[in-house]
């Protein structure tokens, strides 16, 4: 049997052809304006997880020559180094870097505790806050049943992770994240509200959520006006949490 098309179908089907030149014809060339300015080589890491040129190392296995104390201010960062990691001094405080900063990709690597004691969030806690402000959870959440906004890869108690990849106590696991700032206007107000993307094990876990606000563990969030940049921050919450291979780029808040 022939192959026909229905007259209505066929008038369809040229006039949907005509509209296509129509539109191909009214384009402007170059209309899209061509990038001004070449992007910048920078050489990656010689190995995955290792720190491209033009990042900032805030801990290579060293020293905390580049962080401070948060509970004496201005004092040297207490935590423990040895054997490239650091370790939480449990009860010493959190640390935070010397250098603000604001949107950024951050990479960094941990630990929870081998032994496990506790549970839920006495279990591995810790916490890695953006601008001093905003916390990405970090937890040992391999068995661990806690609230899910609470658990490892959260953005505290606001968003909880597309899913839980964590790894077994003890093993080392790492965040790749990718935050944009919030920004406020000359008279405090919020313009435009911070982002996540976060990655854990490799695994997309926060896909561009939008932060409600400061991560308060005891009230609701809300922003409050700051500088363009701020410190990076470590939560001491008790456990000998271990952390290495630390660094940073600064992003163009275009």
Request: with cysteine; proline share 9%; aromatic share 10%.
């Amino acid at each position: 049997m022939p192959f026909t098309i229905a007259p209505r179908a066929l008038l369809g089907c040229v006039a949907l052809l005509l509209a296509t030149v129509a539109a191909a014809q009214e384009r402007v060339p170059g209309q899209v304006p061509n990038p001004s300015k070449e992007p910048p080589i920078v050489t990656p890491g010689a190995t995955p997880g290792a720190p491209p040129t033009d990042a900032i190392v805030l801990f290579d296995g060293t020293d905390l020559s580049k962080w401070v104390s948060q509970s004496t201010a201005g004092a040297p960062a207490p935590w423990i180094v040895a054997d490239g990691i650091v370790t939480v001094k449990p009860g010493s405080g959190g640390i935070q870097t010397k250098q603000g900063f604001g949107s950024c990709q951050l990479h960094i690597e941990f630990a929870t505790p081998s032994v496990v004691s506790g549970e839920g969030q006495g279990r591995g806690n810790s916490g890695v806050f953006l601008m001093n402000s905003y916390e990405l959870q970090i937890l040992d959440s391999y068995q661990n049943k806690t609230y899910f906004h609470g658990q490892a890869g959260a953005i505290y108690k606001q968003h909880a992770p597309l899913v839980n990849v964590s790894r077994k106590p003890g093993e080392w696991q790492t965040y790749d994240v990718v935050f944009h700032a919030p920004r406020f206007d000359a008279d405090g107000k919020l313009q435009r509200p911070a982002t996540f993307t976060v990655f854990h094990n490799g695994v997309v876990i926060q896909d561009h959520v939008v932060v409600m606000g400061l991560t308060f563990h005891d009230k609701p969030p809300y922003y409050e006006a700051h500088p363009d940049k701020m410190p990076l921050s470590l939560q001491d919450h008790h456990n000998p949490m271990r952390f290495r291979n630390i660094w940073i780029r600064e992003l163009s808040d275009q």
